[in-house]
Structures are given as structure tokens and as C-alpha cells.
């Protein structure tokens, strides 16, 4: 290998660890009587969930509590259209239990493949 090379090689390499796959929420505002409606339709939507997660799209997901009244499901992916496409064909939405869901661009600096925030490796003097 020549020196050009070898330097192309190495700058390819430090681009490669600075690609961070974006972060995606998918936000649901549920009907006031979600918790008693969506026993019919949990099954299929957890079923669509699992394989959205076994794919690598969703990191993790569910309702928030006290009240239940929204939910939330974090995708991993090059674009929204992943999130938006699971909730499309998510049954809570198509049977009403989902009045409103919105995608949102989600800056993570704390965990996940994020160097912000990471302690610095410490250096000896």
C-alpha cells in the first residue's frame, strides 16, 4: 500500500465512527379510553413492534403512565419514513385509539452512539 493510500484509508476509517445513525420519536396522543379499547388490537400491535425491533427500527417504545394518555416508540433509521410507516399501519392507529401521532427528529447527547457527554479518557501528565 502507498503512503496516499494508506492516508485515504485512515481518514475513510475516522468517517466511518463519526456516521451516527439518527435517533426518530414517534409520539401518540390516545383516546381517553385507550387503556379499556386496546385489548383487541395489543396483540397485532406488539406482534408489528417485535419485528420493527428485531430489524433494528425500534429502539424501545411503550405507553406513559399516570395517565395514559400518550405514547412513545424511538426509531433508529437514515429517515422518519420508517416511523411514519409503522405508525400507518399500526392497529391502535387504524381503530381510532391513536387521536394524533407526529415524528419527530430526536437529538440524543447523553448514551446511545453519542460522544457528547461521554467522560473524556483520562490523560496522564
Same mark, same amino acid.
Given at each position: 500500500m502507498q503512503c496516499g493510500q494508506a492516508v485515504l484509508c485512515c481518514v475513510v476509517n475516522t468517517l466511518r465512527e463519526e456516521i451516527i445513525v439518527p435517533y426518530y420519536a414517534l409520539f401518540y396522543d390516545l383516546v381517553d379510553?385507550?387503556?379499556?379499547?386496546?385489548? $383487541?388490537? !395489543? /396483540? /397485532?400491535?406488539? !406482534?408489528? @413492534?417485535r419485528e420493527a425491533h428485531a430489524r433494528g427500527e425500534v429502539v424501545l417504545g411503550g405507553a406513559l403512565a399516570e395517565p395514559a394518555d400518550?405514547?412513545?416508540? $424511538?426509531?433508529r433509521g437514515e429517515s422518519p419514513a420508517v416511523a411514519e @410507516?409503522?405508525? *400507518?399501519? =399500526? %392497529?391502535?392507529v387504524l381503530n381510532g385509539l391513536v387521536k !394524533?401521532? /407526529?415524528? *419527530? %427528529?430526536? #437529538?440524543?447527547? $447523553?448514551?446511545? =452512539?453519542?460522544? #457528547?457527554?461521554? %467522560? /473524556?479518557s483520562k490523560r496522564s501528565s
Open positions: 379510553d385507550y387503556l379499556t379499547r386496546r385489548a $383487541i388490537y !395489543r /396483540e /397485532e400491535h406488539l !406482534r408489528l @413492534a400518550r405514547a412513545l416508540l $424511538i426509531f @410507516a409503522f405508525a *400507518r399501519t =399500526d %392497529p391502535y !394524533r401521532w /407526529e415524528v *419527530r %427528529p430526536w #437529538t440524543v447527547v $447523553i448514551g446511545g =452512539d453519542s460522544n #457528547t457527554g461521554r %467522560p /473524556e
